[in-house]
Each structure stands twice: as C-alpha cells, then as structure tokens.
C-alpha cells in the first residue's frame, strides 16, 4: 500500500524532462546590437531571446520538427541529436510511450501523466478505482494490490479487514 499526492506524482514526471530556459530580453537602444544564433544578422528589434547561451530574433528559435516559435509556447525548449525541439516533438520523438495501468489504452509519449510506484495513467483514468472519484492536486490516493484508492474507499476497506487505519 502507498499513499500519496497527486501533485507528488506529477512533480516526479516533470523532474525527468531535459530542459533549457528561454528568457525574453528587452534591447537597450545604447548597446551594441547582438548577432542572432539562427540567421546570422544583427538583432535590431526591440526584444530578443536568450536561450543555450545564445541571442535569438523571436523568428528565429522555432522547433525543428513543427515550427512553432518557442518563445510563444513557453519559456522551455528542449534539445537533442542537435535538434532544437518544442516539448510535444521532443516526447514524440525520444519519450517512452506505455499503457496506463487503469484502462490498458496507449498512452502516447507527449500526453501528461499521473504515476503511482510502477503504475503510470491517464490524466482521466487518475481515479478511485471503486467510487469513479477524480483526485485533485493535494489529494490524497492509496495504492492496494495495485488499485488506486480514494481514502473514504481505503478506510472501509481496513475496516472490513478487521484493523482501523492509524491516523497520522
């Protein structure tokens, strides 16, 4: 049995991921202008991006797989086999897919997650495996003989086991 958060569980996810910040710079009008890592030109617009080290046209630091501007869809970007990646493509590309242990259904490698020990589920599947409850980040879950439990369904189930739960 194992109790726990739902937020603990989702922080574990998150801790693996290979990352790198983008911040977005304003140009100060009396510096000299930066060379952009992507085209090669001089940066004259009034903001800039600063990521693995370099300056970038907000243009210029897109995925190399979907295209999209990595400035807009956040301030992480992500890089591999010299590929300069959004989040989807990255976990498209190099995440491990596997089945959610609630419903047995694909869970593609892009699509968050909730994890329990071993077990790993759907966002939707992430529920009492007696009541149907949805758990909220903070709520607390237990796992019995590999079911997720909700803490009203886990009490009963000790109660009718002939032992009460400690109350910590």
């Given amino acids: 049995m194992v109790g726990a958060s739902a937020a603990s569980a989702v922080q574990q996810m998150q801790k693996r991921e290979k990352s790198f910040g983008i911040q977005m710079l304003s140009v100060q ?15 004259k617009d009034r903001y800039l ?23 807009e869809v956040g301030s992480t970007l992500y890089t591999k086999a010299n590929l300069i990646l959004c989040r989807r493509d990255y976990l498209r590309l190099f995440g491990v ?18 994890r329990a ?3 790993v589920y759907h966002l939707d ?24 439990l909700c803490q009203t369904d886990y009490e009963e189930g000790l109660m009718k086991e002939g032992y009460a739960p400690q109350v910590r």
């Fill in 117 to 119: 020990k071993e077990n």
């Fill in 49 to 71: 991006l600063k990521a693995l080290d370099k300056y970038w046209h907000e243009d210029c630091l897109k995925c190399a797989c979907c295209d999209c501007r990595l400035g």
């Fill in 29 to 43: 009008p009396d510096t000299k202008p930066k060379g952009c890592a992507g085209c090669n030109r001089k940066i």
């Fill in 97 to 114: 897919t596997g089945n959610c242990a609630a419903c047995s259904k694909l869970i593609p490698a892009f699509e968050m997650v909730m």
């Fill in 125 to 148: 599947c992430f529920a009492c495996q007696l009541c149907n409850q949805r758990f909220c980040v903070g709520d607390k879950f237990f796992l019995k003989n590999n079911m997720i």
